[in-house]
């Protein structure tokens, strides 16, 4: 029987192959009481499996210090160990045990279902997600109980086109499922925040989560279409469905062949107009992706990708090591380097705040003036790392005079403090702001006056104009990017810049998405930065531009008030005027 699912893809392309279901995530474990003189026998049991889920990781651990994998699986199997350690867990599950006489199988559970509680009631829903970690180990550590391989045998059957069809899957688990090499993923749960989006989209292959039920409908063996890019599965296609998707996909093959021969390109519109295409990266080893997509630049380094899933802070030594070696490898290309924008969905181990509203909260510039001591290291490290390169200070969140005014203090105070140590930096550093609050849209004037750049957020600038929480999938059909306000706004805040001869980039995701990238031209913007996955579709999209036909449908559409006028002239524009 042929039927389509539908759910969130996180890594775009199609991949067509056979399904392969991994185990179920959710065990069933029994119920019974054991003899009181077995009570010691059973507990041993428990930690016995304990140890084998720790040998497991540990074995990963040194699979991606052997350069296996990718840096942020460490990160990943760093939070797991923490949780597979954390005495709330095995220490509550012995007391139960030796209290109830229980198995440990069903005692384990019913702590995993304590803590699960206890993740429900945070507000925060980054930090609510997290409880899918504490399910994945509490699973790998029955899975040893009852006798569940750890990892996936090698199966002969499995071929180069398997597709992976989980109801979770943790990173471990994706790191072990690569040697498979799966051409697609596809889980039950997940969001476009959850780890498993985030490692799906570093290994580049399609993948959607989010399916619901996606594990107890597709039978093994089944013919799967996977089309990452809208989120949508084809289980057992017709012939003609078929074909046509594997048309589509050796489509999809050749425009990624054919993009690459644009990599060295200037990207000029045809009036002879050059556009600065910039890369977004989280850690230093994104520049290897930067550099093979042709990126001029790094619009945006988020910093706060060094201080997470760790223990301690990264130390200012650590932070300039990081940072110039970003600087060196780019070669005098401007390197812009966000100062942390921690809170909200990002928060140091340890120091998670419950808060109401926590995108709302004590959060990014907030956060940073409000730990000034920690503030200062980050800023001595940019500092130094600007003798390196052309390094660039970007400051998020910013709402009002107050806080620019306050952070440039912080910035003299350490330019001084390096002074005093006569450890050389560049003392005419670039300081930006990222436009993101609607607030600093329509203050818009002040701010040019006080910094040296601008760079648009669209994404934060669009959930606050909103109102709308883009990590909650109950609103998520209210995140619009093509708002009359929020064109209107984006519109306002480059060509107000443009005018001040203040430079303005846009670093979220509207950059990157080649359906934006006309019309964000009409607008007068000149600086782009994305993921580098990305630059080379964008790049396309302007060499194909020609900016006099552009710029007058684009100020009509900045005129138009109904989503159907909207969309129908964002049509016509990317169609060709």
Known sequence: MSFILQGIGVSEGIAIGHAHLAAPAALEVMHYLIPKHQVEKEIARLDSA?????????????????????????????????????????????????????????????????LLAQFEEIEDAYLRE???????VVERVLKAMLGHPGYLPVASRLTGDSI?????????????????????FLTDLGSQTSHTAIVARSLNIPSIVALHHAHQLIVENDYLIVDGTHGIIIVNPD???????????????????KLQRIKSIAAMTLDGTLIDLHANIELPEDIVQVKENG???????????????????????EQFEAYRTVAVKMHKQPVTIRTFDLGADKNLKGSEQVAANPALGLRAIRLSLAEP??????????????????????????????EIDQTLVHIEYAKQSLRDDKIDFNEHIKVGGMIEIPAAALSLELFMRKLDFLSIGTNDLIQYTLAVDRIDDTVAHLYDPCHPAILWLVSHIIQSANRAKV??????????????????????????????????????????????????????????DQPEKIAALLAKLNDGV
């Open 295 to 317: 990126a001029t630049g790094i619009g945006l380094f988020r910093s706060e990708f060094l201080f997470l899933n760790r223990d301690d802070l990264p130390g200012e030594d």
């Open 130 to 136: 997290r409880k899918a970690d504490v399910v994945q």
């Open 164 to 184: 992976l069809v989980a109801h979770d899957l943790s990173p471990a688990d994706v790191m072990q499922y690569k040697q498979h090499q799966f051409t697609a």
């Open 503 to 560: 430079p303005v980039s846009i670093c979220g995701e509207m950059a990157g998405d080649k359906q934006f990238t006309r019309l964000l031209l009409g607008f007068g913007l000149q600086q782009f930065s994305m993921y580098p996955a990305q630059l080379l579709t964008v790049k396309n999209q302007i060499l194909k531009s020609h900016l006099p036909d552009i710029i007058p449908l684009a100020q009509k559409i900045i005129k138009a």
């Open 373 to 402: 001591k920690m503030f200062h290291t980050q800023l001595r490290a940019i500092l130094r790392a600007s003798k390196h390169g052309d390094v660039r200070i970007l400051v998020p969140m910013l709402s009002n005079a107050a």
């Open 239 to 257: 012939k003609y469905v078929l074909d046509e998707y594997r048309l589509r996909q050796s489509q999809l093959e050749l425009e990624r062949k």
């Open 50 to 114: 304990f140890a084998v889920v720790r040998k497991e990781f540990e074995v990963l651990q040194k699979s991606v210090a052997d350069g296996h994998a990718r840096a942020e699986f460490s990160a990943f199997l760093d939070l797991h160990l923490m949780i597979l350690d954390d005495p709330t867990l095995s220490e509550a599950t012995h007391s139960m045990i030796a209290q109830t006489l229980c198995n440990a199988e069903w005692a384990l559970t019913q702590q995993m279902q304590v």
